[in-house]
């Protein structure tokens, strides 16, 4: 039985298009979108606020959509992409910020979630980008993160994940372009080299997100079930010390 509830992950035009998907596709009758920040946005901060204002329209007449949650937790980011970036980068021979950030956002959205009957997750990512690679949206890591958030009890829902960009265009209409109409980030292309190409090591992925990415993702939602306090902040969890603690595995 479809949840009529969906939480919605907004970020550009690719996640709009989702929950529009998601309502055409699954029924869903209410929708509550949710804007993450990491600490490292850059630009226009109302951009989401306008692309929740889109999707409104969008579905109106189909489904309701709640005034916009936003979400952020820098000591969580911090231990996921920061504190560890030496030892990843020396173990597993692949980096970038953006690789667990995208789990991070995903991650974010998880106590929402189960505040709301366990609602499934409408996410945006897409394998590829019209032929351009994201290194935080490989199908990999893509299914990685749908795992992690398996173990959390949830569902993470990618109606667009095969989709074109004239796919994206149908759902939403004309005149919003692709990285259009949504905040940067300070991070933006760091893994792209200076001709445009994004150079990897493919087994050092895959042993990436098999032996820190998924694993921390899961410690992470187990120590928020548990829900023991950690050192790192009043009421929080340690975070450094379960990333310390996947690494020494």
């Avoid at 692309?51 to 579905?59: K, M």
């Avoid at 759902?171 to 692709?178: A, P, T």
């Amino acid at each position: 039985m479809t949840s009529p509830l969906a939480i919605v992950e907004i970020a550009g035009r690719d996640s709009v298009a989702a929950a529009v998907a998601a309502v055409r596709d699954r029924g869903f009758a209410s929708l509550l979108p949710t804007i993450a920040f990491t600490g490292t946005e850059t630009g226009d901060r109302e951009a989401p606020l306008r692309a929740v204002e889109r999707l409104r329209g969008l579905v109106a007449g189909r489904a309701e959509v709640a005034e916009p949650v936003s979400l952020i937790d820098p000591v969580l980011w911090s231990a996921m992409n920061a504190m560890p970036a030496d030892e990843i980068r020396s173990r597993f021979g692949v980096y970038s910020q953006c690789l667990a950030c995208h789990l991070y956002l995903h991650l974010l959205r998880v106590p929402l979630a189960w505040e709301h009957g366990n609602a499934p997750i409408v996410s945006g990512e897409r394998n590829s980008h019209d032929g351009r690679m994201k290194l935080s949206q490989m199908p990999d890591g893509i299914d990685a993160a749908a795992r992690v958030l398996a173990h959390a009890g949830l569902e993470l829902l990618e109606p667009v994940r095969h989709a074109s960009g004239e796919d994206v265009a149908a759902l939403i209409g004309g005149g919003w372009e692709q990285g259009g109409g949504q905040m940067g980030c300070v991070y933006s292309g760091n893994y792209v080299g200076p001709d445009g190409s994004v150079r990897y090591d493919e087994s050092g992925y895959a042993r990436y997100l098999a032996e820190f990415f998924e694993p921390l993702g899961r410690a992470i939602v187990d120590a928020w079930r548990e829900g023991t306090p950690g050192a790192d902040r009043g009421d929080g969890h340690d975070y450094n010390a379960i990333v310390r603690s996947i690494l020494a595995d």
